[in-house]
């Protein structure tokens, strides 16, 4: 591709690009369609029949009439099908199964151990799954695939975790293969990709985002015009091993061997042992959150410290990157407003003005969820790329 | 767009898409164009056709066969028209003329005080493009496009600065306006970015770079699969304010009013200012990095510290961002060696292993070179954009 001035990107015609202007509201009907793309109006009613014949798209009611017939509204039919959702965390499994718009129809989920390994932590998940699958009242056939997002660096196309750091065993483990039960694809990525990709929301997006996780450990997904953005190795977004002079000048050891990590020093593990040193009643990081929901002074105070060095790290990446909004997700997000307002405190103070002036930073509305949705849409745009849509279009 | 999965990238066909094509190296022949775009041969025929009857394709000998007749190669026609190239910086104003592949015909420039303002300054430029258009023995009828990079943020589809902390004056000036004696589209970008181009060369890339500038300031073009990233404000890449603990825990004012900027600490001006300190016989930026070639052991040590100082930023980046590469350029690049050892000293001991295992950190080959041939690229694909391919070919 060129430089700077691109070829200019064409709005694809074919079936499985009509299917998607349809899927993320970006045309109701066939008039939609033509204007959008440039097709011809016979091209694109070929192809609107193909999609409905393979109960992909419906006809669905009447819009407004702008002279002439009203148009029949197409509507994409997210019923076609389901997606099992796996979110992998480093002391959690959660599994739901969506429709083919991310809804969630049914979930089950409990506290793990990452490091009870692949094939034990796999195999619950799997369990799960089949639970989630019969209380919605679904078979097996009807699941066209699944999206896993595990804590740690994976090659995309293989779905094989690479070197991951907090995962011992799983190096190169090939998770799909724990999901061959469904005859169906299966797609694995890192949690903040997929978390990422759940705060976009099916509509998807065009900005350039920053999603960090506070969870257990610290990573950001990182959205380019809406795309996930991966980089060379695939391992863009690891942010919680950026080193960070300690405010007081002490020097905490990171579980990789360096001193001052992000992570070393602002995440959920930090909280948790911050808080327990400080003498608070709390056996887990989600009780050191949940104090601070109810005001314990001490719980906040350390709950808005981490935002503050999160912060720190953010107002150099907002330099750098320049951001439209910075969404914060994962356990400790829960905490909300201390977490934020540490955040804001140093972006605010050190980001340049121009990059700070309209930047955004907020809490996900449902940072429970992201993982979940985002491995639901990650799954359905898989299921629904050009190749499957031909493929549905043409048996 | 869709999050994840990316209706297929089609490869246009266009007349603009198969000049860039062909342009690019992308493809040789009317075969290798179908074959690239999928059209049809007679669309491609008809197209080329077109693009050779408005000289801006023309046939030139002939290729190897694979069976059958040997295809007629095709050729950019680089000589269809030139560009004018402005490179401004803090202390210099370069202008070139090249020709439509960004090949050089001539150039001028000499040292300049960005502060005198932009009356002063774009009247000087432009008496240089005079100039070198003359010693080139072209007219101005047969400047195409003009391209320029100023050391500072700039409103792209504008030409305006904004804001530029350390060019007095520029704020919201109409930079194109100064070249109205050619009828032809300016192009005005950060320098960083201009830079940029400029180091991925005429054939671009696909790769995820970064392209580190080490001038007066500290600045840093970002390349996400061969495209500039220009972030929500266009500010993306302004790393020169990122904040950098001194190792010695000194504390350094920055003329942004914070103290310990990245470029308080490690830029041309700093090196200055420290060789002066340190009583080293320079007057300028120039002088100590030429002291550094010529193995003065004090010019060599402070060299090689801003090296390791922009490296501890550059860490951060690298697990950030995961590029493929990084490229480093500007006056102070020209020291070479120092500089790159001490950057990659703090990269390769802080960036996490996966992202640094393939980085390639290198110095760019002419590092006063890639802002002129950077504009001129700017230039040419702004002149040879779909639009004006089209009035091209049907004028």
Request: hydrophobic fraction near 45%; charge should be negative.
């Amino acid at each position: 591709m060129s430089p700077v001035v691109q070829v200019p990107a064409q709005v694809s015609a074919t079936p499985g690009a009509l299917l998607h202007h349809v899927r993320t509201g970006r045309a109701k009907s066939r008039a939609e369609l033509v204007a959008l793309t440039g097709a011809s109006r016979n091209t694109i009613s070929n192809r609107v029949d193909q999609l409905i014949a393979a109960n992909l798209l419906a006809e669905g009611g009447r819009g407004w009439s702008t002279g002439g017939r009203p148009p029949t509204l197409l509507q994409f039919n997210a019923e076609a099908g389901c997606v099992l959702a796996v979110d992998l965390g480093v002391t959690s499994v959660d599994v739901a199964v969506t429709d083919l718009s991310a809804r969630v129809l049914a979930t089950a989920g409990h506290p793990i151990d990452i490091s009870a390994g692949p094939v034990a932590v796999l195999a619950e998940a799997e369990r799960l799954a089949r639970e989630v699958l019969t209380e919605a009242g679904l078979r097996d056939e009807d699941v066209r695939s699944v999206g896993v997002g595990v804590p740690g660096p994976v090659e995309f196309s293989t779905g094989r975790p690479s070197h991951p750091p907090i995962m011992p065993g799983w190096h190169d483990h090939p998770i799909p293969d724990a999901f061959g039960r469904w005859a169906a694809p299966v797609f694995v990525d890192n949690d903040v990709n997929v978390m990422a990709l759940g705060e976009m929301g099916v509509g998807g997006s065009v900005q350039d985002v920053l999603v960090v996780k506070v969870g257990t450990g610290v990573g950001c997904g990182i959205i380019v015009e809406g795309r996930v953005y991966r980089g060379a190795q695939g391992s863009a977004g690891d942010i919680g091993h950026i080193h960070v002079p300690a405010a007081d000048g002490r020097s905490v050891l990171c579980r990789c061997g360096n001193t001052n990590c992000l992570e070393a020093l602002a995440s959920g593990a930090s909280l948790l042992r911050d808080a327990l040193a400080a003498g608070l009643p709390v056996t887990t990081t989600r009780d050191v959150v949940e104090l601070a929901a109810h005001g314990d002074g001490a719980a906040l105070e350390l709950v808005r410290d981490a935002g503050r060095t999160i912060g720190t790290v953010l107002a150099s990446l907002v330099n750098f990157f320049n951001p439209h909004r910075i969404v914060v997700t994962g356990g400790v997000a829960r905490a909300g407003l201390p977490l934020l307002s540490g955040i804001r405190e140093s972006v605010y103070a050190r980001a340049m003005p121009l990059a700070a002036r309209t930047l955004d930073i907020s809490v996900s509305d449902a940072p429970d969820l992201s993982g979940r949705v985002g491995a639901a849409l990650m799954a359905i745009e898989g299921y629904l790329d050009e190749d499957s849509v031909r493929e549905a279009i043409t048996s």
